[in-house]
């Protein structure tokens, strides 16, 4: 590609390019670093089947490829984000339409700029249009390389991002099997914990359905931003589907970056007493959760009293994070702090067949008391999960969740009950010591502060010393607070806090107490990788070999106590115990 050959290409792609912003910058969460250091993130919001079908009849309708719809909505939420009617993204190409190209082994993938135009305020068909053609001429000059094109511009390198494109879009659609005599090869999700751009966004489409993907520079963006992000694609993707002539103006009015407040407007927020507007500040954070945080936040919010109108009883601890799919349900027992939140990124990465119910601990709602031993807490979701599935049980918890999730085997098996699976995330049997300050409430507090900030990413600029030199009601006070900026505002408040706490000592409490007995059931253990030297090491099983006669079964996952359950790690966590789930599946069914 060298002379005449090249010339009309590259003409084609300096016209096409000929004053574009120089790069594009999406709202982040934290300052970009002088410096790419690639790190990165992976998160995905899998639609509904009616959404999808409606995405791809919008473009049978308006003659656009599925790719060219979703980019079109995409190309909006960039715009409606920035601010910006001139939106440069990147997408991949395969780059193999010539004949002699399709059965070469390579890597033949080039990036192509897609540069679109939003200015005039267009509806949403002619937005169509006008994707169509930008789409349509880069598809017709795909053989230019990249680097010839960042060298040919001639602009300014800067370290700090990618030239030219720094988000990308892409669909992927799954492949045929692949069959090499009696082996048959499937994909496997891998995430590598790094990104090349700020963003990439894809829509894949695959026989479990479509589902939104994102990959993300963790320098620049939380797990939750990212999550909000797509959850906005899926609405502006609902909104234009039911009405192409929507104008981009009249998109809805919750499809918005996460406004962040200086330091500055934090102090003022909270010296001001008056709170005669807090249900209007709080009903406007709760337009920006993401869908799932908003679908499990309602539940945690109807548990508090009697303004809902279809709470749960008073008695209820199931929590439905994920009820649908051909699959035998998951049961998984929440940690100290008792709510089944944590679970949002592992349910969403066992795949949307995958039915997932989280057990929450009593106390959390109105009007409720905390039980005060394991072995009720086993009984009473024992109750509950008749309601749900007469066996064989996939049975897990997480910390705390481990041994009550335990206990809860070992009840069903005495009772003659098929307990399928019995997963423990990081647990030991119980027991333990008190530590020094948790008669202080302070104490308590800054083990929620540590929690959010390692599973969600949230700091709450607070410290123990800080909060031990308040009174204790402003101690509670100044927590929720701190809790304003969060997603977790719309179920924060004093009465709530004070319960979460009660719940949390109560556990801990009744953690410490806890003596198992003997279960005859296989125990499988997911955990990190021991520190070198840590106590830990001297006993891989974490003291479950003890208290069954078959083997305990160890996976090793990445991260640490309660970044496993966080982005990127959930992925393999994630991943494994489906295989567990899978290979017991086959066991069971003959």
């Given at each position: 590609l060298t002379g005449e050959a090249i010339a009309p290409q590259l003409a084609w792609w300096r016209r096409q390019l000929a004053g574009m912003p120089p790069a594009l910058e999406l709202p982040a969460d934290r300052p970009r670093p002088p410096r790419q250091s690639f790190h990165g993130g992976a998160t995905a919001l899998p639609l509904p089947a009616d959404l999808a079908a409606a995405v791809r009849?919008?473009?049978?309708?308006?003659?656009?490829?599925?790719f060219m719809?979703?980019?079109?909505?995409?190309?909006?939420?960039?715009?409606?984000?920035?601010?910006?009617?001139?939106?440069?993204?990147?997408?991949?190409?395969?780059?193999?339409?010539?004949?002699?190209?399709?059965?070469?082994?390579?890597?033949?993938?080039?990036?192509?700029?897609?540069?679109?135009?939003l200015a005039g305020d267009p509806t949403f068909r002619e937005l169509?249009?006008?994707?169509?053609?930008?789409?349509?001429?880069?598809?017709?000059?795909?053989?230019?390389?990249?680097?010839?094109?960042?060298?040919?511009?001639?602009?300014?390198?800067?370290?700090?991002?990618?030239?030219?494109?720094?988000?990308?879009?892409?669909?992927q659609s799954a492949g045929e099997t692949l069959r090499f005599g009696g082996l048959t090869a499937a994909p496997a999700?891998?995430?590598?914990?790094?990104?090349?751009?700020?963003?990439?966004?894809?829509?894949?489409?695959?026989?479990?359905g479509l589902t939104l993907e994102a990959e993300y520079s963790s320098d620049l963006f939380e797990a939750s931003t990212v999550d909000r992000m797509l959850a906005h694609l899926a609405a502006l993707l609902a909104a234009v589907t039911a009405d192409p002539e929507l104008r981009l103006s009249a998109l809805p009015a919750e499809?918005?970056?996460?406004?962040?407040?200086?330091?500055?407007?934090?102090?003022?927020?909270?010296?001001?007493?008056?709170?005669g507007d807090r249900e209007a500040r709080l009903a406007e954070r709760r337009a920006r959760l993401s869908a799932e945080q908003k679908s499990l936040l309602e539940q945690r919010l109807r548990m508090r009293g009697p303004r809902a109108e279809a709470a749960p009883t008073a008695a209820s601890s199931l929590v439905a994070i994920q009820p649908k799919g051909p699959r035998p349900p998951f049961f998984c027992v929440h940690p100290a702090g008792g709510d089944v939140l944590c679970f949002q990124a592992l349910s969403r990465r066992l795949g949307m067949d995958q039915p997932f119910y989280g057990l929450q601990s009593r106390g959390l709602g109105e009007g409720?008391?905390?039980?005060?031993?394991?072995?009720?807490m086993a009984a009473s979701y024992r109750a509950e999960l008749a309601r749900i599935t007469a066996g064989p049980y996939?049975?897990?918890?997480?910390?705390?969740?481990?041994?009550?999730?335990?206990?809860?085997?070992?009840?069903?098996?005495?009772?003659?009950?098929?307990?399928?699976l019995l997963a423990v995330l990081d647990s030991t049997p119980g027991g333990g010591e008190e530590t020094a300050g948790e008669e202080d409430d302070a104490y308590w507090l800054m083990e929620i502060a540590d929690y959010l900030k390692r599973l969600w990413g949230f700091d709450l600029g607070l410290s123990r010393e800080a909060l031990r030199a308040l009174p204790p009601e402003e101690q509670v006070g100044r927590f929720v607070a701190s809790l304003q900026n969060t997603p977790f505002a719309a179920a924060a408040g004093p009465e709530p806090l004070r319960r979460l706490l009660d719940v949390f000592k109560t556990n801990v409490r009744a953690f410490r107490l806890y003596r198992p007995r003997p279960y005859p059931g296989p125990i499988t253990l997911f955990r990190p990788a021991p520190a070198n030297g840590g106590p830990e090491a001297a006993d891989p099983t974490l003291g479950w070999a003890a208290l069954s006669p078959?083997?305990?079964?160890i996976e090793t996952v990445p991260g640490d106590h309660v970044s496993a359950l966080a982005e990127p790690h959930v992925q393999s966590l994630a991943g494994r115990l489906r295989a567990r789930i899978d290979r017991t599946l086959a066991v069971e069914t003959p």
């Open positions: 009849e919008l473009g049978r309708r308006e003659g656009t490829t599925f719809t979703v980019l079109a909505a995409f190309a909006a939420l960039v715009g409606r984000y920035t601010g910006r009617t001139d939106v440069v993204l990147g997408s991949p190409a395969a780059n193999r339409h010539r004949p002699g190209t399709e059965g070469l082994f390579g890597f033949f993938v080039g990036n192509l700029v897609l540069r679109l135009d169509l249009r006008r994707t169509r053609e930008v789409a349509l001429g880069a598809y017709a000059h795909p053989d230019l390389p990249f680097e010839r094109l960042v060298e040919e511009l001639d602009q300014a390198r800067d370290k700090s991002r990618n030239p030219l494109v720094q988000v990308m879009f892409s669909v999700e891998v995430h590598t914990a790094t990104s090349q751009f700020d963003l990439t966004v894809a829509a894949d489409d695959n026989p479990r499809i918005a970056p996460r406004s962040v407040s200086t330091p500055v407007e934090e102090k003022k927020e909270l010296k001001r007493p008056d709170m409720e008391s905390p039980l005060g031993s394991i072995e009720e996939y049975l897990g918890g997480w910390s705390l969740g481990g041994a009550v999730a335990f206990e809860l085997a070992r009840q069903l098996a005495a009772e003659g009950k098929d307990v399928a078959r083997p305990v079964g």
